[in-house]
């Protein structure tokens, strides 16, 4: 089985025997005009991944489906000029696919639909960024899909609760007294009736609908009641998710692993910590911009035996108490991110970085201990694109440098102790002499 990575096949014989191509480097060199052609000849193709080719077009991929027989995935990523199409001639030509990744793909409902009816067989199936994929196409994914293992809806910002699951309540009657509420405008796609499943996505264990931000509880309550085998859930960027949600997703209990809910301000401690007490196999946790959140749901979190990964970005109510209890209770931390949280001193990532002996990498961008004389030549490099003023408090501690910082560190807390000890006016320094003066 030959598989060629980054460039095309350039012999007859590499053409019969070729079963995967692979282009992710959108800098090897390889343009659509080359790659239509080899899809006629390459007729025993299993594989084919196009990321790197930016301006694949509807020739290639109707070529791809009319020629092979054999075709079990594909990766379009990011190849904005494929259109439905193609994609229509894909469901019509090729054998059930196994995989499909079409992230970055503007697809209608049309050929959404037709993928999740005539394809039974996909265990994958990444949807990413679609501004026109609303909740009709989705609905029809959890209802003919059924061996999905991992599902990306990222950034589709037209679907609704009625695109998901719903969960099953048993309907209370209104007072005849009550007088009703006053109708307002429907479109089409609100009056949807719920979808209500006679089975559960029984092997579903990824599932991203990050930034969606019509969600609300109740389709997080569908989700995890159809899909109780969940271990990976994405749900940042949700702004209309509140405890109710957080206390649907703990029913995951032992099988949720990594968890997102960066950007759901109106999440709070309640929630966390009954998450916390169910979930005890979480091993990642994302609650950036979760501003409600204070030291408690830290506390909560610093129990889990498991966790390895806790991004704490823009949680402004954060103390050191927080990151003390981080260090003392979380000997299993090695990621760690509290950017911008302004109420964090060096002292309490000092006591951080000589305790927790697994960690590897440490943001604290923003956070005003961090600017102390000396700290920043330990930092990695900050990214290009940003302005002189964030490259001036970018942190960022990885690797080596974590330790370095830690022997800087106990050698300024050592000098302070001498200055003391002798009466001095203690003068923080940034290389590593211990001269007092």
């Given at each position: 089985m030959k598989r060629i990575v980054d460039r095309l096949p350039q012999t007859d014989s590499e053409r019969r025997i070729v079963r995967h191509l692979v282009i992710r480097d959108p800098n090897c060199g390889v343009s659509d005009e080359w790659v239509a052609p080899e899809m006629i000849f390459c007729r025993h193709l299993e594989s084919v991944v196009l990321s790197g080719v930016t301006d694949t077009s509807d020739k290639t991929i109707v070529h791809l489906a009319r020629e092979n027989c054999n075709i079990q995935g594909l990766d379009l990523t990011g190849c904005k000029y494929v259109t439905d199409v193609s994609i229509m001639e894909l469901v019509a030509k090729t054998p059930p696919l196994q995989w499909l990744q079409l992230s970055g793909v503007v697809l209608t409902d049309a050929s959404v639909s037709a993928i999740a009816?005539?394809?039974?067989?996909?265990?994958?199936?990444?949807?990413?960024?679609?501004?026109?994929?609303?909740?009709?196409?989705?609905?029809?994914?959890?209802?003919?899909?059924?061996?999905?293992?991992?599902?990306?809806?990222?950034?589709?910002?037209?679907?609704?609760?009625?695109?998901l699951p719903s969960p099953i309540k048993t309907l209370i009657p209104q007072p005849s007294g009550e007088k009703p509420l006053p109708a307002h405008p429907h479109t089409w796609l609100d009056q949807l009736p719920p979808l209500i499943l006679r089975h559960t996505a029984i092997d579903l264990r990824v599932l991203d609908l990050s930034h969606c931000p019509k969600l609300t509880d109740a389709s997080v309550e569908g989700i995890v009641a159809h899909a109780p085998l969940l271990r990976s859930l994405a749900l940042a960027g949700c702004p209309n998710l509140t405890d109710k949600a957080v206390e649907s997703i703990s029913k995951l209990g032992l099988h949720l692993g990594n968890l997102t809910l960066a950007h759901c301000p109106r999440i709070t401690d309640n929630g966390i910590v009954s998450l916390a007490r169910s979930c005890t196999e979480l091993r990642s946790v994302d609650l950036a911009f979760c501003r409600q959140l204070t030291d408690m749901a830290v506390f909560e979190l610093a129990s889990l035996e498991r966790i390895h990964r806790l991004v704490l970005v823009r949680v402004p109510k954060l103390t050191d108490n927080a990151v003390y209890f981080l260090a003392d209770h979380t000997p299993s931390l090695e990621r760690l991110h509290l950017s911008y949280c302004d109420r964090i001193t060096l002292k309490s990532l000092h006591h951080l970085v000589r305790t927790c002996n697994r960690l590897v990498h440490l943001t604290a961008t923003g956070v005003p201990g961090a600017r102390r004389t000396g700290v920043g030549r330990f930092s990695d490099p900050p990214p290009a694109d940003l302005d002189p003023d964030q490259k001036s408090v970018f942190r960022a501690f990885s690797g080596p440098n974590i330790a370095a910082l830690r022997k800087f560190l106990d050698k300024e807390k050592l000098r302070r102790e001498q200055a003391e000890a002798q009466n001095i006016p203690f003068v923080p320094r940034s290389d590593d002499s211990m001269d007092l003066y």
């Open positions: 009816k005539t394809f039974p067989k996909l265990v994958e199936l990444e949807l990413n960024d679609q501004p026109l994929m609303t909740a009709v196409s989705v609905r029809d994914i959890w209802s003919y899909s059924r061996k999905l293992r991992t599902l990306m809806l990222a950034r589709s910002p037209q679907l609704t609760d009625s695109a």
